[in-house]
């Protein structure tokens, strides 16, 4: 697989020393209201996603008490921008950028010794569910509280996939890269993601991820 695009486009994080790693996920949720909890390690990084909607979903409003020196990354397309949340100020520069399900960031937990639980609260969305995915890389997540794995693919929940298509997972500091293939599948295997996890996807041109949800 190649992943060398996909490893310059993260060159902002990397070059900087960060250390990278994996999220553990746990999901509680009664009717369609609930929460997730996503946890970091500590001193490392994940990328992760909000799978719970809220009518407010930006950094200021999601996490108005972050942990000191917290950083939050979210992807353009081209490059990261970097938000960091500053105890007396908020989130700098600013706490408007989003996280909304179906979105992700990479986050890093700033502290060497303990983990880092963040708790996201909202509604479980439900009907018809169009997430925008744009040509080359970006970064997403189902819009709904579910693992991907087993008999539950990406396929059985509408991902979009043809020829040519890739998918990356963030694992153990490394970017572990899937291709799609005609009449084949995905390759090496299918792929598999927890509740609360983001993912890089790589189009060549530019589809709606259509997830039909309800909640039984």
Known sequence: ?????????????????????NAQQNVYSQNVVGYINVTIPAGKMALIANQLWQTNMTLENL?????????V?????????????????????????????????????PSGTESLVLTFVGEVMQGSLTNQLPAGLSV??????I????????AANGFPAVDG?????????????????EGVGWFPEEPTFNVGEAFFVKKNAPTVWVRNFTVQ
């Open 140 to 145: 997403k997540s189902l819009m709904v509280p």
């Open 73 to 109: 990354y979210k992807y353009t397309g081209s490059v990261w921008e970097r938000y960091e949340f500053i105890p007396g100020i908020g989130w700098f520069p600013d706490g408007s950028a989003t996280l909304a399900p179906g979105e992700g960031a990479m986050v890093k937990n």
């Open 147 to 154: 693992a991907i794995g087993g008999t539950n693919t990406l």
């Open 1 to 21: 697989m190649r992943t060398t695009k996909l490893l310059l486009a993260a060159a902002a994080i990397s070059a900087a020393g960060w250390i990278t790693a």
């Open 63 to 71: 996490l108005p008490n972050a942990p000191e020196g917290l950083a």
């Open 165 to 181: 298509d890739r998918v990356y997972k963030y694992a153990s500091g490394v970017y572990e890269g899937y291709e799609y293939m």
